[in-house]
């Protein structure tokens, strides 16, 4: 549920900054009425200086929240071209195009040949109304075979010609070992990895390697699923309705330095001041104890993409995928987005029922009930 006082002081301080034209530096107060300033880091040997708060555009389909960012002093702007059945990035740039030389724009390919990624890129940076982006990353790699050489040299002819400035890679599972293979690659600036508080304490020390070896680190899925969208009638509803943990979950995400910026996706104003007092207030230890009581709510529910449940299925089912498309959709409120995913599954498994068979055989580490929200997503989906 919004807060009425905090919705009142970011809208009122946002039409001031604009009705005086002046950016706003802070767009939210802290509890004492001080102003809050939002911190810096560099994204690796880039030498990028971004917000630790960066916008996630992926949920987001108002231009006025983009711009009400830009206003509250976030420089760090992710899309893809993929998103919103790729009208995400004509929304996005269009909501940028004033501030484009002062903000750091990246986007994203799921092209898997080279001759179809620089078909990707040049509808991106058409529709982003830009004659280059600032980070261009091969979309949802998750292990060396998404990645073939070409794709690699396809990147370094984009940055030649000058379309992009820094290549990227996005991953959603596979960590342990797709970091340590891009860092002895050599070929990527930029990492941009999942990560949040359900995760092993492997990851924290792989993003700290990555960034030691120059590597720009962006966190993303840092609120652990969403969950903050879901309305009276979904299914989680009753479950999650009074929680208020997910600012803190992002504080939890950016409290190490290794992690130069973050993307967690951002629909309104409400949810924008969230982001940014979490940001700026910064992480206490007592914040712990709110996590843990966050993840006994979620077990069930989230995949942290670990990969324990590999091979498993029976039927070859993509488990960890799947759970996270019905995710999209009941955590994030992004259901096109969830169908959108399912329906990029082979046909084979978009067929498969789980209730058709006589025991799952997927055991899931962390505790999340896999026959259940694959049950879900093929109800929602299929």
């Not at 058409?126 to 600032?134: A, P, R």
Request: net charge positive; glycine share 8%.
């Amino acid at each position: 549920m919004s807060n009425p006082s905090r919705r009142s002081f970011f809208t009122s301080a946002l039409t001031s900054a604009l009705a005086s034209g002046v950016a706003l530096k802070s767009a939210a107060a802290a509890p004492s009425g001080a102003k809050l300033e939002m911190p810096m880091r560099t994204l690796g040997k880039t030498g990028l200086k971004v917000t630790v708060l960066g916008f996630g555009c992926m949920t987001t389909s108002d231009p006025a929240v983009i711009k009400a960012g830009v206003d509250a002093g976030i420089n760090y702007f992710d899309t893809a071209r993929v998103y919103q059945n790729g009208n995400n990035e004509r929304m996005v740039g269009a909501a940028l195009k004033d501030v484009r030389k002062k903000i750091i724009l990246a986007t994203k390919t799921p092209a898997h040949t080279a001759k179809e990624a620089m078909t990707t890129l040049e509808t991106s940076l058409k529709e982003l109304g830009t004659d280059y982006v600032d980070i261009w990353h091969l979309h949802s790699r998750e292990k060396a075979a998404d990645i073939p050489d070409e794709l690699f040299d396809v990147q370094d002819e984009a940055v030649k010609q000058g379309k992009v400035r820094f290549k990227g890679v996005s991953f959603h599972g596979g960590h342990s070992f797709m970091i340590p293979w891009l860092i002895e690659r050599k070929r990527t600036d930029v990492i941009l990895s999942s990560y949040n508080f359900t995760m092993a304490p492997e990851m924290d020390t792989l993003l700290e390697q990555a960034s030691k070896a120059g590597i720009g680190v962006v966190a993303m899925k840092v609120m652990a699923g969403g969950f903050r969208s879901n309305k009276p009638g979904s299914s989680i509803y009753d479950r999650l309705k009074k929680d208020t943990a997910l600012p803190t979950a992002l504080k939890w995400a950016v409290r190490r330095p290794f992690v130069h910026t973050s993307i967690p996706g951002t629909t309104d104003l409400d949810q924008l001041d969230e982001n940014f007092k979490a940001v700026a207030t910064g992480w206490k230890e007592e914040d712990s104890k709110i996590l843990a009581a966050h993840l006994e709510k979620i077990r069930p529910l989230y995949c942290s993409m670990c990969g324990g449940c590999e091979g498993q299925c029976s039927k070859g089912l993509p488990v960890h995928d799947i759970i996270r498309y019905v995710s999209y959709a009941e955590g994030y409120g992004e259901f096109a987005l969830g169908r959108e995913n399912w329906q990029q599954l082979n046909e084979s498994h978009q067929t498969v029922r789980c209730g058709d068979c006589s025991e799952c055989t997927v055991k899931c580490p962390n505790g999340v009930k896999v026959f259940d929200r694959v049950s879900r997503a093929q109800e929602l989906f299929a």
